[in-house]
């Protein structure tokens, strides 16, 4: 009997323990779910506070189905928004800006929209066009030598000064000019010219060159009629056959800073006693003045040059620029081979590289 009250009663005991234990493991599963609740409801307020607002505001609502008020665009959602729009405006601007560089020319964004209306009617109109006379040609001469070092913008804006100053280059009054008009140009702050006394005192010296070639052409075919267009004319001309040729330059890089033709003018004009007058100074001027076309293949302009060209009959047309002398505008400082030469760095310059 004591074993059996003993077992009853143990078992009577046991009851209480297992239920308190139940209990415990209820209270624990609970408060589980609601921690786990809590920790996602602060979650999802703490990283959408326009929610939070949201939600504060709409007890009024609750009841009805009417949308609750719009909060506030975050702000991350408002710059990206601005951001696309600016990114569009600026697309539209530059497609704007890229047909009117075509309807402009090729040149415009080739020197990176850097030009003035003066520079694009010159390269509409001037530029690669052929060019005949004495007198524009020595004038075009003269005005490349005064380029050497600078831009040709600073001396187109500077061309009808030079006309002024020079008497319209006309060869015979040039050739006239003494040191001391020279000088007077030098020191003149009105005359509006590169006040650099050696390419100033130039084109009187290449003046009286050119007469000099002339008297000497003439003498040499005293018999014969003098060339239609002069006498120095024919003798610049000479070196392109007589007649313009058409180059198909692909890119802008790929044209020639000066050519065998380039070298072989600058050498024979320098024998003569010219002055200012190197390879990359005359390609220039044979560029400028129709001696070669240079205008880049398939552009409006190289087409127009092509119908003036055939239209002549003489012109020649050529696959491409140049092979010789492979340097480019782009990779070849401008001529500076008759300016001063420069200094020769110091003993402690040396020693520092």
Not at 274 to 295: E, I, N, R
Request: net charge positive; glycine share 8%; proline share 5%.
């Amino acid at each position: 009997e004591r074993g059996e009250v003993g077992s009853s009663r143990s078992s009577e005991e046991r009851v209480p323990e297992n239920n308190s234990t139940l209990a415990a493991s209820v209270w624990c599963c609970t408060t589980s779910v609601l921690v786990l609740s809590l920790g996602t409801v602060r979650a999802f307020f703490v990283k959408s506070p326009p929610r939070l607002a949201q939600v504060l505001q709409r007890p009024a609502h609750l009841t009805t189905r009417a949308a609750p008020p719009r909060g506030p665009i975050p702000a991350k959602v408002g710059t990206a928004v601005k951001t696309m729009a600016a990114h569009e405006k600026k697309k539209k601007k530059s497609s704007d800006d890229d047909d009117a560089d075509q309807d402009e020319g090729w040149y415009v964004a080739a020197f990176g929209g850097k030009m003035s209306d003066e520079y694009k009617a010159y390269m509409a109109t001037e530029w690669g066009f052929e060019k005949r006379g004495d007198v524009p040609l020595f004038e075009k001469l003269c005005l490349e030598g005064q380029q050497a070092g600078l831009s040709w913008a600073t001396i187109l804006a500077k061309r009808a000064n030079y006309r002024r100053a020079f008497h319209g280059f006309d060869i015979e009054r040039c050739a006239a000019m003494t040191e001391a008009d020279v000088d007077a140009l030098v020191a003149s702050t009105d005359a509006g010219v590169i006040r650099h006394r050696g390419k100033l005192a130039s084109i009187p010296h290449n003046a009286r060159k050119v007469l000099e070639l002339t008297r000497e052409a003439q003498a040499e075919n005293a018999t014969s009629a003098a060339p239609e267009h002069g006498h120095f004319d024919a003798f610049l001309w000479s070196f392109v056959g007589g007649a313009p040729r058409l180059n198909a330059l692909a890119s802008f890089s790929a044209m020639p800073c000066q050519t065998d033709e380039s070298r072989a003018m600058a050498a024979a004009l320098k024998k003569r006693g010219f002055k200012f007058v190197g390879p990359t100074t005359c390609y220039a001027f044979m560029q400028s003045c129709g001696l070669v076309v240079d205008h880049l293949r398939d552009t409006p302009e190289w087409r127009a040059a092509r119908d003036r060209i055939h239209a002549r009959h003489g012109g020649t047309t050529s696959e491409g620029a140049a092979e010789e002398g492979k340097k480019t505008k782009a990779e070849t400082p401008a001529e500076e081979e008759e300016l001063p030469p420069r200094r020769a760095p110091s003993k402690k310059k040396r020693a520092r590289k």
